[in-house]
T-cell receptor, first 112, second 116 residues
Framework: QKEVEQNSGPLSVPEGAIASLNCTYS??????FFWYRQYSGKSPELIMS????GDKEDGRFTAQLNKASQYVSLLIRDSQPSDSATYLC????????????FGQGTELSVKP | EPEVTQTPSHQVTQMGQEVILRCVPI?????FYWYRQILGQKVEFLVS????????KSEIFDDQFSVERPDGSNFTLKIRSTKLEDSAMYFC??????????????FGQGTRLTVV
């Protein structure tokens, strides 16, 4: 059974702080890794993708991938109250059009 | 910005009735998907569709489910005889292969299905 695990939270950080979200996955052949943001009652919104080991930065977001440890993380710098949402880690295998396997999500709350 | 659109946004149906959920994927995308999310649970894969046929389906996608791309733009999910446990948010997604073989999937706003 291919699994993606996240701490469900809630993770609470003060405004302006760095939020760190973590994800582990069980399938070693996974090739593509994604972070989605989901506001309550809304659909997943893609915020980051990462395919190679190391860091990938996009604005206030940094994704980190360590395939040897089967670990993906998302850092949100200068957290804002509008970042309060559930963050979903999703993993895809080697097929181009392959399915995404989602973790249960981490709820982030940014306090003003 | 191109987006995946889904209709209706909310569907209430009686148990045993058939429902059709509709999606218009992003126009140049080649892969289409249905996912569902039961309230409070994780997003679950149902089925993927490529080149006018199912490429993969999950255990959830049993004989009561079917998908169709009836024309060049719509992608539909049919549930033949709904059960109470089919109540969930259903998300359509689409993707297009990027350089290097990577793909990013973009989701529609979802259809909330309530079976009573």
């Amino acid at each position: 059974q291919k699994e993606v695990e996240q701490n469900s939270g809630p993770l609470s950080v003060p405004e302006g702080a760095i939020a760190s979200l973590n994800c582990t996955y069980s399938d070693r052949v996974s090739q593509s890794f994604f972070w989605y943001r989901q506001y309550s009652g809304k659909s997943p919104e893609l915020i980051m993708s990462i395919y190679s080991n190391g860091d990938k930065e996009d604005g206030r977001f940094t994704a980190q991938l360590n395939k040897a440890s089967q670990y993906v993380s998302l850092l949100i710098r200068d957290s804002q109250p509008s970042d309060s949402a559930t963050y979903l880690c999703a993993v895809k295998g080697y097929n181009q059009g392959g399915k995404l396997i989602f973790g249960q999500g981490t709820e982030l709350s940014v306090k003003p | 910005e191109p987006e995946v659109t889904q209709t209706p946004s909310h569907q209430v149906t009686q148990m045993g009735q058939e429902v059709i959920l509709r999606c218009v994927p992003i126009s140049n995308h080649l892969y289409f998907y249905w996912y569902r999310q039961i309230l409070g649970q994780k997003v679950e894969f149902l089925v993927s569709f490529y080149n006018n046929e199912i490429s993969e389906k999950s255990e959830i996608f049993d004989d009561q489910f079917s998908v169709e791309r009836p024309d060049g733009s719509n992608f539909t999910l049919k549930i033949r005889s709904t059960k109470l446990e089919d109540s969930a948010m259903y998300f359509c997604a689409s993707s297009h292969p990027e350089e290097g073989g990577n793909t990013e999937a973009f989701f529609g706003q979802g259809t909330r299905l309530t079976v009573v």
